[in-house]
């Protein structure tokens, strides 16, 4: 069990890093770097600017967050669509 509980707040991404990271716009007016996390990466789920996303965050760096989940769109259906190149 964690010493200190986590906190989840939610935000838009507002710009892509390097390396996996991501830049934050929290709903409280606050930017922040945040990162995928392994169950993501695992999945492949691919994240873009103005996706609205779910961090997990410590009491103790305010700065830095962990993306553990993505919402859909309301225009994506439930399965998604693949573009296939198919020769005849």
Same mark, same amino acid.
């Not at 200190?4 to 390097?18: K, N, R």
């Not at 999945?43 to 700065?63: A, C, K, N, Q």
């Given at each position: +069990?964690? /010493?200190?509980?986590?906190?989840?707040?939610? &935000?838009?991404?507002?710009?892509?890093?390097?390396? &996996?990271?991501? @830049? !934050?716009?929290?709903?409280?007016?606050? *930017?922040?770097? @945040? #990162?995928? @996390?392994?169950? +993501?990466? *695992?999945?492949?789920?691919?994240? !873009? %600017?103005?996706?609205? %996303?779910?961090?997990?965050?410590?009491? #103790?760096?305010?700065?830095? &967050?962990?993306? %553990?989940?993505?919402?859909?769109?309301?225009?994506?259906? &439930?399965? @998604? /669509?693949?573009?296939?190149?198919?020769? /005849?």
């Amino acid at each position: +069990m964690a /010493k200190e509980e986590l906190l989840t707040i939610e &935000g838009i991404i507002e710009e892509i890093l390097p390396d &996996g990271r991501f @830049a !934050v716009r929290l709903d409280n007016e606050h *930017k922040i770097i @945040a #990162y995928t @996390a392994g169950k +993501m990466r *695992k999945f492949r789920i691919r994240s !873009v %600017v103005g996706d609205r %996303v779910h961090l997990e965050m410590t009491p #103790y760096d305010l700065t830095k &967050g962990r993306i %553990v989940f993505r919402e859909r769109d309301a225009s994506q259906s &439930g399965s @998604a /669509k693949r573009r296939t190149n198919f020769r /005849k």
